[in-house]
């Protein structure tokens, strides 16, 4: 089966920003640091985005907040997600992280159902205040000199869905992304990606499409049904960078790459452990729960989920894992 869509013929272009292909990294909290966004680039990841920032943080000067939209210029084009419920405070904030870090991209989080955000109006909070969204999109839109984009979810009534998305982009908003479950589903259930098809047709910017998009299928499916101009890979690609080889592999080719899991997984987490150290990143991120993360999926699971909790250094870690390989392929 030959798939219609090829990454590397179909870049995407957001405002003046020529992006190479159409496969996004969604930001994640405590996930999308420098390592694994450069992992993610490296295996055909378009765009990655950063751990979202809170914007009282960045006002307060808060070092370990700011700290989570360090770069480098291998991972070019970058894009830095905020969040906060206050057009002022988040205008203030976008502005130093323009300042800081130059992004490409500065995104504005109107999706996160964490309790910890919802609770104070952030977050998909925020979709039930319209009014609010416009106006903090509008500031943004009449200071920065960054392109910008937002990340929503849906609402149970699709046309108040569409008169969300329609005001983000009347308000200045260079590109949206859609996931297709609401607050209260959290992330259970199926994503809805009718919605996504329905607002890429009303829609001049770009649209992206985000939910469920676990492998190769569901990717050329999402793009196929929604007709959005992109994907946005979330939680199907913690630990699992690799992911983004397959399908852009896949969405060129119509073939899947064979590959063997056990000693890629493996690689993988060496390389990524690697590049905490040489980011000086290492004391930021529990090390077991890293491992756990990339292992998912793997044969043996709970030898392995053991053999990770009992370790006592990084190398106990590598031993088992590779010596479970031996006999896994």
């Known amino acids: 089966m030959n798939s219609q869509y090829t990454i590397n013929k179909i870049p995407m272009k957001i405002a003046d920003l020529k992006i190479p292909g159409n496969i996004l990294l969604a930001p994640m909290s405590n996930v999308t640091n420098l390592p694994f966004r450069l992992m993610c680039r490296k295996y055909g990841a378009s765009l990655t985005y950063s751990e979202m920032i809170s914007a009282d943080a960045v006002i307060y000067e808060n070092e370990k907040s700011i700290k989570r939209g360090i770069s480098c210029d291998d991972e070019r084009p970058l894009g830095i997600q905020i969040f906060g419920n206050s057009p002022e405070t988040m205008t203030t904030a976008a502005l130093r992280i323009e300042e800081i870090y130059q992004p490409e991209i500065i995104d504005v989080n109107f999706g996160c159902p ?23 999109i509008k500031k943004l839109s009449d200071n920065l000199s960054t392109p910008f984009t937002a990340k929503i979810r849906i609402l149970p009534d699709m046309d ?16 949206i992304t859609v ?93 990524y452990f690697g590049l905490l ?19 998912r999926g793997m044969r043996n699971g709970r030898h392995i989920r053991r053999s990770i909790a009992e370790a006592k250094c990084v190398e106990d870690i590598f031993e088992s894992l590779e010596e479970m390989c031996k006999h896994a392929e």
């Open 179 to 271: 996931h297709g479950r609401t607050q209260q589903q959290q992330y259970s259930g199926k994503a809805n990606h009718e919605y996504v098809r329905k607002i890429k047709q009303e829609l001049n910017i770009p649209v992206i499409a985000n939910g469920d998009i676990v492998d190769e299928i569901s990717a050329q499916q999402t793009l196929e049904y929604t007709g959005c101009d992109g994907i946005m890979i979330g939680r199907a690609a913690m630990g699992n960078p690799f992911l983004f080889r397959r399908i852009s592999h896949f969405l060129e080719t119509g073939e899947m790459l064979d590959y063997r899991q056990c000693s890629q997984r493996i690689a993988d987490l060496r390389e």
């Open 160 to 175: 108040k869905t569409l008169e969300i998305a329609h005001l983000i982009e009347r308000a200045g908003a260079s590109a």
């Open 114 to 136: 964490a309790k910890l955000l919802t609770k104070d109006g952030c977050g998909s909070a925020l979709l039930k205040s319209p009014e609010l969204i416009h106006e903090i």
């Open 277 to 295: 150290e040489e980011y000086d990143l290492a004391p930021t991120v529990h090390i077991k729960a890293q491992a756990q993360w990339f292992t």
